[in-house]
């Protein structure tokens, strides 16, 4: 069975703290997301990675850096957190190449105070 | 730009059939995903077209028309357990990140 885990079911950060969300799978899948999910809007992508070292923005990015060093491993980075950056994130990967299905971490409820 | 709708909610009794539409505009189109997803939890994978047709899987089926730009998926025999988010969601090209829909809160009663 495919596993994302991710690091923390939930969390709660100040205004202005630095805050990294971790994410890994152990399906050595090349492309790695995370989303972030509110009422009314549904998921919405921050970034992707298809592989080691490389990303791309997703629809809202602001805010928010990645880093992925080791291909299991996609991490979100809040530079400094903010209350409109409370919300659910969740974190999926998927095998490269041809379209597949994502597979979805259990996600980490964020809490910005 | 891209769009994709489907209804907010929809409500159903045990044992009846319901249809969750999903229209979509995107520019570029390479399948188009389900996935379910109870209150708390991570969305899990239930279909995938990428051709037009009906596909089943047991309870479940969804269909495509891609010239619409139209989905559905269709529950039968509806059990409590199938209360809900149901999440359509588009690939617009193979290998990258999929758009979503808002989802469909379905609620069934008994």
């Known amino acids: 069975d495919v596993k994302v885990t991710q690091s923390s079911r939930y969390l709660v950060k100040r205004t202005g703290e630095k805050v990294f969300l971790e994410c890994v799978q152990d399906m050595d899948h090349e492309n790695m997301f995370w989303y972030r999910q509110d009422p009314g809007l549904g998921l919405r992508l921050i970034y992707f990675?298809?592989?080691?070292?490389?990303?791309e923005k997703g629809d809202i990015p602001e805010g928010y850096s990645v880093s992925r060093e080791k291909k299991e491993r996609f991490s979100l980075i809040l530079e400094s957190a903010s209350t409109n950056q409370t919300s659910m994130y969740l974190c999926?990967?998927?095998?490269?190449?041809?379209?597949?299905?994502?597979?979805f971490g259990p996600g980490t409820r964020l809490t910005v105070t | 730009g891209q769009n994709i709708d489907q209804p907010t909610e929809m409500t159903a009794t045990e044992g009846a059939i319901v249809q969750i539409n999903c229209t979509y505009q995107?520019?570029?189109?390479?399948?188009l995903f389900w996935y379910q997803q109870h209150a708390g939890e991570a969305p899990t994978f239930l279909s995938y077209?990428?051709?037009?047709g009906l596909e089943e899987k047991g309870r479940f089926s969804s269909f495509l028309s891609r010239s619409k730009g139209y989905s559905y998926l269709l529950l039968k025999e509806l059990q409590m357990k199938d209360s809900a988010s149901y999440l359509c969601?588009?690939?617009?090209?193979?290998?990258?990140?999929?758009?979503f829909g808002k989802g469909t809160t379905l609620s069934v009663s008994s």
């Open positions: 990675s298809y592989d080691v070292k490389m990303k």
């Open positions: 077209n990428v051709l037009d």
């Open positions: 999926a990967s998927s095998p490269g190449g041809y379209t597949y299905e994502q597979y």
């Open positions: 995107t520019s570029g189109f390479n399948g």
């Open positions: 969601a588009v690939s617009k090209q193979a290998g990258t990140a999929l758009i």
